[in-house]
Structure formats: C-alpha cells, structure tokens
C-alpha cells in the first residue's frame, strides 16, 4: 500500500498547485488523476485574469490578450468598451494544466493518471486510507496523513468526508470553431432568458482566427445543448453568416453556491470541490489557485504539528472566508436579484449602462475576478440602473473597507 504524507485527488489548477506547494515544504506528495492525461478533457473555456498568470508563472499559454468585451441584449443591442491595457488572457487551458503539473513534479511530487478516488476504508483516524482503482481497473489503496480534495464539481472526496451539501450545478456546453469573425480583440458576451437562463452565453477568441462559443444555463430541464444552439444561431445572424465546423465540444457543470465547510478532519477541498467558482461569471481557475495557497499555509503547519484535527484546519475556511466571503456573497445576491429579470427587463438596464460615463467606469474600475465593485460603482453613477436595482444598494453598500486586490494594468504588458 502506497504511504504519503498528502495524496491530492485531481491534478487541475487547484490540485496541482496544492501539491507543488507542499511539496516544496518537504512533505511527501501523491497526486491522482482519474483521466489517461492531465489536462484532458478540457475543462472550461480559458479566459482569465493576470492573477492567474502571475500565480502559474506560466506565459508561454497565453494564446492572446483581449482588451475589453462587447455585452449583447436578447434584442443583441449592444454595449461594448475597450481598455487601452489587456484586461484578460485568452489561455491554452490544457496547456495551463500541464504547465502546473510539471512545475508540481519538478518540486517533488509524484502523480499517477488513470487512477480513480473511490472513498474510504473506515473512518479517517490516525491516518486516512483512501480506496482507488487504478490502470486495468487493478484496486489499490493509498494511506496518507491529509487528503486535498481538488476533483472538480462532482467530487468524490467531498462525498467520502460527507463535507459535501447541495449547490446549484449549471450544465455548460461549448464547442470551439477553427474560423469564426468577429473582433479578436474583444470578448463577447450574451444574456437573455432564450439564450442563457441562469448566467450568460459566449464568444472567445481563441487567438488563431477561431472562437470559443459557449453557453452555461440553469439546470431547468433543457439540456444546454439546446441554449448553446439558440446562441450560435443568434451569432450567426449577428454575422450575417452560420459558424460552421466546431473542432471538438466540452460538457461540464459550474459549481455556484457555499459549502458550509471547505475542511474537516484530515481533509481540504479546493476548486470546484469547495464550490469556489465566481457566482456572477462561473470561472474558477483564480479563485481555486489562490484557495489552494491558503489551504497549504494551514495544511502545512498542521502536518508539522501534527495536528490535523477539524478544528486546526477550520483556519483554511477562515482564510478563504476573509479574503472571499463578502464578494462572493455580494455576487450570490446580485445573481438572485438577475435571475428574476425579464428579457424586457434586460434589455432596458443594457439602455441604463449607456449613460454617458459608464464605460469609462468599467474600463478604470471592472475586475473579473471581483465584479461587484464595479457594479458598486455604476450604480453610484447611473440614476436609471438605480431605479432598476434599488434591491442591489443594500447588498453592496456594505462592507466598502474591503476592496479587490489591485490590478495594475500597466505590467500586463509583459504578458503580451
């Protein structure tokens, strides 16, 4: 039986650099991936933040900046605005993976792919002994001081230590298309209740001359297969001609809600495991990374002190709690309060964001990773959007200590 100080149980963003972390502590790491190869299948449509490239330190998969984004109505009127400076990165995603697990095995850790998480044999007492199956469907099993559990929106481990309570799973669907027009230069985003009920479709450049076109949508009992259709269709007329050809699909769900408790005794979630995805957009891939630093500066004096009790690692939850909490509970809310609109309802505060001023707004101050401040501020500004979100002000007036961290905008040059 394989013994480990910390077996990580998948070898995405969040898994992957958990385990390159502890690693360089000097604890004995084993990483586990259920897949034949990291990084595949892809997992989402790779638009992120500098933060993300600042934390992988990984420039060679970043396959085009992208300066601003054009916001499409049901009616596709649209409100479009422009940065002088990248304000997100158009990444190879599998690519990110790779990077991330490379750099994990180069500061010690080992991995095994084909290898499945199947629980536990017996209660997680002194150690945990984890149950997998591995290559040729041969049983094992694996004993490990702590157990990070970084399996994506499904989780297995979440299952297993029983930290797991419901949150709302929207179906993705995506598809990417080797020529596509449109300006590469811009992201573009869609909403509407035919297109998109529940958060939003888009269009991505993908940096040689296609596009990333996608969808994610409540779980209302159509597939998303069916809004992703409606949005190609309304793509195609916006283009005065169909996308054609898509070179490959990704099917996945987005985890949007709270776990009540990320830890426990001798387990970490991180990621999607943890439900850590943006509530207002659905990306992950930051918040995951920089959940699994906090993690690890528990974890690891944990495993020094040999204290791995619920209550030592409860200060990973805290951690998150502080820097997170109050944006991603301002994020739910403003989501709830959206989710009520009508397509009319829409389209009448895309006209209120027209207001002159606003998009200079949203070039200074919008932040994907932190988009409430932004909305703070339009609200501030715009009379019309506050007649329409008068239930928006209570929500994000609170707690105007914190801020996002910064961005600045200038070094993203080194990125291009």
Not at 177 to 204: H, K, R
Not at 351 to 377: N, Q
């Amino acid at each position: 039986m394989t013994a480990v100080d910390v077996l990580v149980v998948g070898a995405g963003p969040a898994g992957s650099t958990a385990a390159e972390r502890l690693a360089r502590h000097g604890h004995s790491v084993l990483v586990i991936e259920e897949h034949g190869r990291v990084g595949y299948p892809v997992q989402c449509a790779g638009l992120v933040s500098r933060r993300v490239l600042d934390l992988a330190k990984a420039p060679q998969v970043v396959r085009r900046p992208v300066h601003g984004a054009t916001v499409f109505s049901p009616q596709l009127k649209s409100l479009s605005f422009r940065a002088p400076e990248p304000r997100a990165f158009v990444i190879d995603r599998a690519g990110l993976d790779i990077a991330l697990a490379d750099r994990a095995a180069n500061a010690g850790a080992a991995f095994e792919t084909e290898t499945r998480f199947d629980g536990l044999v017996g209660p997680p007492n002194g150690s945990v002994r984890a149950k997998v199956t591995r290559h040729g469907n041969r049983p094992g099993e694996i004993e490990a001081r702590i157990v990070v559990g970084a399996d994506g929106v499904a989780s297995a481990v979440a299952r297993a230590f029983r930290l797991r309570r419901p949150v709302e799973i929207l179906p993705a669907f995506e598809a990417e298309f080797p020529q596509s027009p449109g300006d590469p230069d811009l992201v573009e985003v869609y909403v509407g209740n035919t297109i998109s009920p529940g958060l939003f479709g888009w269009w991505i450049p993908d940096g040689a001359g296609g596009a990333r076109v996608g969808v994610a949508s409540n779980a209302d009992g159509t597939p998303a297969r069916v809004y992703y259709e409606h949005l190609v269709a309304q793509i195609g007329r916006r283009f005065g001609q169909p996308l054609r050809n898509p070179t490959g699909y990704l099917v996945s769900g987005i985890p949007i809600g709270t776990v009540p408790n990320i830890s426990g005794p001798r387990i970490v979630l991180v990621g999607d495991a943890a439900a850590q995805a943006k509530p207002l957009s659905g990306g992950g891939i930051y918040t995951g990374m920089r959940a699994a630093e906090l993690a690890v500066d528990v974890v690891h004096e944990a495993l020094v002190d040999d204290d791995l009790s619920a209550a030592r690692l409860s200060r990973y939850d805290e951690s998150w709690r502080r820097e997170f909490g109050e944006e991603f509970d301002k994020a739910q809310y403003l989501r709830r309060l959206f989710l009520k609109f009508s397509d009319t309802e829409l389209e009448a505060i895309l006209e209120a964001l027209k207001e002159s001023g606003t998009t200079e707004t949203i070039v200074a101050f919008g932040d994907i990773d932190f988009p409430t401040h932004v909305v703070r501020r339009l609200l501030r500004q715009s009379p019309s959007l506050l007649r329409l979100l008068p239930k928006a002000v209570g929500a994000l007036w609170g707690g105007e200590g914190r801020r996002a961290p910064d961005l600045d905008f200038v070094s993203d040059r080194a990125h291009q």
